[in-house]
């Protein structure tokens, strides 16, 4: 069976020039702080997370949780639990949770106060992609990539279904 082709919203070029200005944003505001921490929640942020690591400037370790969330691309959200977690402790150091997009804001509502718990020395939020129109929550990422429609965005590490995660480029499917 073949998809459908996603209508392009950002392209691989546009995506690349957003990174390197979150990476250079997120360098200037951790350079005094020593060593950061990256942590990836997977499975979306892997090829965001990738591209971002090796763009920023400062001391910096990789670290991935997964969540279950959307199961299959269905609209109505799995109940939230815990796949896998840190590798490591985070007491005392400088955590930046590096999400693929921010939707109804659920995901960062359970992880966060998660981590909060281990006492890291600052905690903070980059997400490539903001969808705005459809927050339960009242969370403010502190680093945005870009704002999008209240519609189902693929490609660049994002599924509907598993499929269009190696897509080099961010595009709407149309069904939800
Ligand atoms: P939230 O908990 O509703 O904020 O959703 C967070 C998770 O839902 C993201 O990390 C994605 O895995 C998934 N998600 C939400 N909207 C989309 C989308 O448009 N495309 C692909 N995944 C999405």
Request: with cysteine.
């Amino acid at each position: 069976m073949t998809s459908p082709q996603p209508t392009p919203l950002f392209t691989e070029s546009e995506i690349a020039a957003r990174v390197a200005t979150l990476a250079a944003a997120i360098s200037r505001d951790y350079a005094d702080r020593g060593e950061l921490l990256l942590v990836g929640v997977l499975k979306g942020t892997f090829i965001f997370l990738a591209d971002l690591a090796r763009r920023i400037e400062v001391r910096r370790q990789i670290d991935f949780v997964a969540l279950s969330s959307y199961r299959d691309g269905a609209t109505r959200p799995a109940e939230l639990r815990p796949v896998m977690d840190l590798r490591g402790d985070i007491t005392g150091r400088h955590v930046l949770v590096v999400e693929d997009i921010v939707d109804t804001g659920r995901t960062l509502a359970y992880l966060m106060p998660l981590l909060a718990a281990r006492s890291p020395s600052s905690l903070a939020v980059c997400t490539l992609l903001h969808k705005r129109a459809r927050r339960e929550v009242a969370i403010e990422p502190d680093y945005v990539g870009f704002e999008v429609p209240d519609r189902w965005v693929v490609g660049y590490g994002l599924d509907h279904a598993e499929r269009y995660r190696a897509l080099p480029y961010i595009g709407v499917i149309e069904e939800r």
